[in-house]
């Protein structure tokens, strides 16, 4: 069993900056992947970038590329998402999930944490 907590949500303006963490409670194993995934209002969870414990690889939907980081420290077993030159449009709730394979469905992915809410203001 693995617990995910997201924190780091919040109400940002356009052109801004946010740092979402997901922390594990447990240790995590070099082949796990560590994902984010967002649910707009009214809309579908969608992927957002994952990331390789073992290696750091990671993949990120085409939306935040070059915008949003994906990154980990094994150490602490958490997960950041730097998230800059925020829109509009990435207004959602953020979740991240632990999964054992490279994915970008929901279902591919075991664990979930409660998610947090990102307000991005026009």
């Known amino acids: 069993q693995m617990q995910l907590v997201e924190s780091g949500g919040g109400l940002v303006q356009a052109g801004g900056s946010l740092r979402l963490t997901c922390a594990a409670s447990r240790r995590t194993f070099s082949n796990d992947y560590m994902a984010w995934f967002r649910q707009p209002p009214g809309e579908q969870r969608e992927f957002v970038a994952l990331i390789r414990w073992g290696g750091g690889d990671t993949y990120y939907d085409d939306s935040v590329k070059g915008r949003f980081t994906i990154s980990r420290d094994n150490a602490k077993s958490t997960v950041y998402l730097q998230m800059n030159s925020l829109k509009a449009e990435d207004t959602a709730v953020y979740y991240c999930?632990?999964?054992?394979?490279?994915?970008?469905?929901?279902?591919?992915?075991?664990?979930w944490g409660q998610g947090t809410q990102v307000t991005v203001s026009s």
């Open positions: 999930a632990s999964g054992y394979r490279f994915d970008i469905v929901p279902n591919a992915y075991d664990y």
